[in-house]
Each structure stands twice: as structure tokens, then as C-alpha cells.
């Protein structure tokens, strides 16, 4: 059936996959049909190896999934993924909204998740800045994703989060 939350949604336990067979909509705090839904969903997603389910988890939704609300990315059990690691999060039939705001997308060491939406799903695939990543590449990737409707916030830094071959870090 169909499935709507407004709270924190975690696709099982630590990790998990969560199947739904119709459409799942992630709420985002906006005024909907029967009232008010208080400060919107989050969806909580644990990244624990390379195996969807069992080390990371993953929503696949057999219809629409509507998102809104927040992504939360977090790394466990000390996992440390490598450059070119991919991480389909999303499967889904039709993908409407964006998500308000991606947290976790710094993993550290000069490395980030690149969010990567494709037809029917949702990646997060690890990319590392460089001396040969130049901050126009950068900023075009970033500029792609909220064009894509993927980011629609800006994204937060914090010090450390970017580092360019050791001679500039923001």
C-alpha cells in the first residue's frame, strides 16, 4: 500500500532494506491534505560496507516515491569507503520532489559522497578532491545537482570538509 511519513525513517535495523510495494512519500513539513506536519521526515541512511541491505541501507519503491525533508548519510562500524565505491540508497518506479537538505556528504581525507540520481534510482558514489579536481569542476558539479532538483539547500561546510592537495582547505 501507500506510505507517507513525517518522522525519522530508517530502512531497517542497522542497515536494512525496506520494500514497498505502492507509493512512499518523505514529507517535508509543508501544510498537506488533513493538516500541518510537524518539521518534516528524515531519512537515515547507514553506510556500513558495499552489500545494499546487509551493509548499507536502501528504500526501493515499487511506484512513486515523493521526497522532501532531509538525507541523512552516516558511515558505521569504522567503514571507510574507497574512491569509485557506489551506493544505490533509492530504487524507485517515479521520483517527485527534492530533498530540503543532505547532510553527511563529507566523509573526510579530502573525501565526499557525489550524489548521482538516475532513471529509477539514487546513488551515492564516493569522489575524492585533488590536486587535479579544480574548484570550477567543483562548484559545476554542485551547481548540476541543485539544476537537477537533487540539492534545493546549500550545502554546509565545515572546516576541513575540502582540502586541495594540502595547499588550500575549506
Do not use: R
Request: proline share 3%; hydrophobic share 35%.
Amino acid at each position: 500500500g501507500d506510505i507517507s511519513v513525517s518522522g525519522l525513517c530508517s530502512a531497517g535495523n542497522s542497515p536494512g532494506k525496506l520494500d514497498v510495494g505502492g507509493d512512499y512519500a518523505l514529507l517535508n513539513g509543508d501544510i498537506e491534505p488533513g493538516g500541518f506536519i510537524e518539521g518534516g521526515s528524515t531519512l537515515h541512511i547507514e553506510i556500513g560496507g558495499l552489500t545494499a541491505g546487509s551493509e548499507y541501507d536502501q528504500l526501493n519503491v515499487t511506484s512513486t516515491l515523493t521526497v522532501g525533508g532531509t538525507l541523512q548519510i552516516e558511515l558505521i562500524d569504522g567503514y571507510t569507503p574507497q574512491v569509485g565505491d557506489a551506493f544505490t540508497i533509492l530504487t524507485y518506479g517515479q521520483l517527485e520532489g527534492e530533498f530540503d537538505a543532505i547532510e553527511g556528504l563529507s566523509i573526510g581525507a579530502g573525501l565526499y559522497f557525489d550524489v548521482q540520481q538516475d532513471a529509477g534510482k539514487l546513488d551515492l558514489v564516493v569522489s575524492h578532491i585533488d590536486d587535479s579536481t579544480d574548484l570550477l569542476t567543483i562548484i559545476g558539479d554542485t551547481l548540476g545537482q541543485y539544476a537537477s532538483g537533487v540539492l534545493t539547500e546549500p550545502v554546509t561546510l565545515t572546516p576541513g570538509d575540502v582540502q586541495l592537495g594540502g595547499w588550500l582547505a575549506i
